[in-house]
């Protein structure tokens, strides 16, 4: 599928029916693959791994399709919402989710601090001056050190709000996640557009 797609129910009494048969197919998953595991065991068991692995990479592979299809949404886990397929993204995501990640990404392209200004920023962050991440660790507290750099840089109070509001999206919920998380993602998006 390339185009996106929204399927949305409105009459309760079809959400009922659509959340039962999502219900039924994960049942039906769930028992595939407790057989499945049984038989792998029984393989290791008789010393044949060869198929007790290949018996798990089928499980693996029943994993992944479930997680990709309309059935679930790969970023809340729910299966009883109204579902958009993003083409991007190659998957499903309820309309919640989705509506979440446009508005993120919104705030990603508007963000008025320029790659260069991240690139630096993101140095001086993993720096001295900021967590000093080296093997043996780093040193965080909150966000404190990302405002003093930022505050050095010049960086308004209204652009840091923007920025650290997209941190917490991507898992930055201090200094070091914000290097661990959020870095790679704003690297990421970076790419995109
Ligand atoms: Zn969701
Ligand atoms: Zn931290």
């Given at each position: 599928?390339?185009k996106e797609r929204?399927?949305?129910?409105?009459d309760?009494k079809?959400q009922?029916i659509?959340?039962g048969?999502?219900t039924?197919?994960?049942?039906?998953?769930s028992?595939?693959?407790?057989?499945l595991r049984a038989k792998?065991?029984?393989f290791?068991?008789?010393?044949n791994?060869?198929k007790?692995?290949?018996?798990?990479?089928?499980i693996s592979?029943l994993n992944?399709?479930?997680?990709?299809?309309?059935c679930v949404?790969l970023?809340c886990g729910?299966?009883d919402k109204d579902?958009?397929?993003?083409p991007?993204m190659?998957?499903?995501?309820?309309?919640?989710?989705?509506?979440e990640?446009?508005?993120?990404?919104?705030?990603r392209?508007n963000?008025k601090?320029?790659n260069?200004q991240l690139?630096?920023?993101?140095?001086?962050?993993?720096g001295e001056e900021?967590i000093?991440?080296?093997?043996?660790?780093?040193?965080?507290n909150?966000?404190?050190?990302?405002?003093?750099?930022?505050?050095?840089?010049?960086?308004?109070?209204?652009k840091?709000?923007?920025?650290?509001?997209?941190?917490?999206?991507y898992?930055?919920?201090?200094d070091?996640e914000?290097?661990?998380?959020?870095?790679?993602?704003?690297l990421e998006?970076d790419f995109?557009?």
């Amino acid at each position: 599928m390339k185009k996106e797609r929204t399927i949305i129910i409105r009459d309760p009494k079809l959400q009922k029916i659509r959340n039962g048969l999502r219900t039924i197919l994960n049942l039906w998953k769930s028992d595939i693959k407790s057989s499945l595991r049984a038989k792998s065991s029984e393989f290791s068991e008789e010393g044949n791994f060869i198929k007790s692995r290949e018996i798990q990479k089928k499980i693996s592979e029943l994993n992944l399709q479930y997680q990709l299809s309309i059935c679930v949404c790969l970023h809340c886990g729910h299966s009883d919402k109204d579902m958009i397929f993003v083409p991007e993204m190659r998957q499903w995501l309820c309309v919640d989710c989705n509506s979440e990640r446009v508005y993120f990404n919104n705030l990603r392209s508007n963000l008025k601090i320029s790659n260069w200004q991240l690139g630096e920023f993101f140095e001086r962050l993993m720096g001295e001056e900021g967590i000093g991440l080296t093997r043996s660790g780093a040193k965080c507290n909150g966000y404190a050190a990302s405002e003093r750099i930022l505050n050095e840089m010049g960086v308004s109070k209204e652009k840091q709000e923007q920025f650290y509001e997209l941190c917490e999206y991507y898992g930055g919920y201090c200094d070091c996640e914000i290097i661990f998380n959020a870095k790679p993602r704003f690297l990421e998006e970076d790419f995109n557009y």
